[in-house]
């Protein structure tokens, strides 16, 4: 079946830890996306890239970083440079700006 | 800018009685829309899309949508209720002319009561 993984599901980070969350998908889809969802604030665009080695920041990109070495994945890695990381993490595809398919989503927490 | 405004936080309708979630939107160019779904600790499932074509557009599970140009709406409606259509909803956008950047509202809670 294709769609989107994404690992681990319940993450916990200590305090100037850096994290890599991982996103995995078997769609072909060209585009990928990295959100942040808080309560009550909806998603928030972190990183986005269009095709392979580029990506472009998003609204909140300070404290995050990506790679996309290939088209099937787009890790993102929280840095301790960001300092309220609680959130639940969601990834995206979607293939020639048609609607976007999500993955079920990182909960990371900040102990 | 593109922006996409969800004016009711929570939305609660009975079981059976017909259920509607509003969008309004705002982008430079001609508008992609989307309804998505969110059950708690979930991703977002696809509902449907408007790009062209008639204003009246049915998608998955019974959820229709209006797009009204001179309103800039996109609002959700359904004819009737189930009390597994509670969740969260989202409306979204993508600029039809620029890249594929899609841009969420804040999300509205649908809790529908037996």
């Known amino acids: 079946d294709g769609g989107i993984t994404q690992s681990p599901k319940y993450l916990f980070r200590k305090e100037g830890q850096n994290v890599t969350l991982s996103c995995e998908q078997n769609?072909?889809?060209?585009?990928m996306y990295w959100y942040r969802q808080d309560p009550g604030q909806g998603l928030r665009l972190i990183y986005y890239?269009?095709?392979?080695?580029?990506?472009q920041k998003g609204d909140i990109a300070e404290g995050y970083s990506v790679s996309r070495e290939k088209k099937e994945s787009f890790p993102l890695t929280v840095t301790s440079a960001q300092k309220n990381p609680t959130a639940f993490y969601l990834c995206?595809?979607?293939?020639?700006?048609?609607?976007?398919?999500f993955g079920p989503g990182t909960r990371l927490t900040v102990l | 800018a593109q922006s996409v405004a969800q004016p009711e936080d929570q939305v609660n309708v009975a079981e059976g009685n017909p259920l509607t979630v509003k969008c309004t939107y705002s982008?430079?160019?001609?508008?992609?829309l989307f309804w998505y779904v969110q059950y708690p600790n979930r991703g977002l499932q696809f509902l449907l899309k408007?790009?062209?074509?008639?204003?009246l557009v049915k998608g998955s599970y019974g959820y229709e949508a209006e797009f009204n140009k001179s309103q800039t709406s996109f609002h959700l409606k359904k004819p009737s209720a189930l009390v597994s259509d509670s969740a969260l909803y989202f409306c979204?956008?993508?600029?039809?002319?620029?890249?594929?950047?899609?841009?969420f509202g804040s999300g509205t809670k649908l809790n529908v009561k037996p």
């Open positions: 995206a595809s979607s293939i020639s700006g048609r609607y976007q398919f």
């Open positions: 769609l072909n889809h060209d585009a």
């Open positions: 890239s269009q095709i392979v080695n580029d990506f």
């Open positions: 982008v430079s160019g001609n508008p992609y």
């Open positions: 408007y790009i062209t074509g008639d204003n």
């Open positions: 979204a956008v993508r600029d039809g002319d620029g890249f594929n950047k899609f841009y």
